[in-house]
């Protein structure tokens, strides 16, 4: 099993989960988060960190969720690591609460 980050991470990216990681899984989207499937190790320490909730492990994942394990696997291929928390983007607080951010995504 893995980690997943999932929606609520669109346009928030808090970053605070890469520091705890022991494996350096997350790579860094130009407005996302994803974890790469083959690096994770399960760990959850990621989770608590999430300051919205975006990470879940793979099998807790809500139905209407269930696209972003493939999509964390897909876009983990070709983004950067990153291993130390940056800023949140300026407006990041302001997309907190927002649902429906797919068409967001910055690939």
Not at 70 to 80: D, F, I, Q, V, Y
Request: aromatic share 4%; with cysteine; glycine share 2%.
């Amino acid at each position: 099993m893995t980690h997943v980050v999932l929606e609520s991470c669109i346009r928030c990216k808090y970053t605070d989960c890469v520091d705890v990681c022991p494996v350096d899984c997350f790579r860094e989207g130009p407005n996302m988060l994803s974890i790469d499937p083959d690096e994770c190790i399960d760990c959850a320490v990621c989770i608590p960190e999430c300051p919205v909730n975006a990470i879940l492990p793979e099998e807790d994942v809500p139905e209407d969720q269930l696209h972003f394990i493939k999509l964390n696997a897909e876009l983990s291929r070709g983004w950067p690591s990153i291993t130390k928390r940056k800023p949140a983007p300026a407006d990041a607080d302001e997309w907190v609460d927002r649902k429906n951010k797919l068409s967001e995504l910055i690939r």
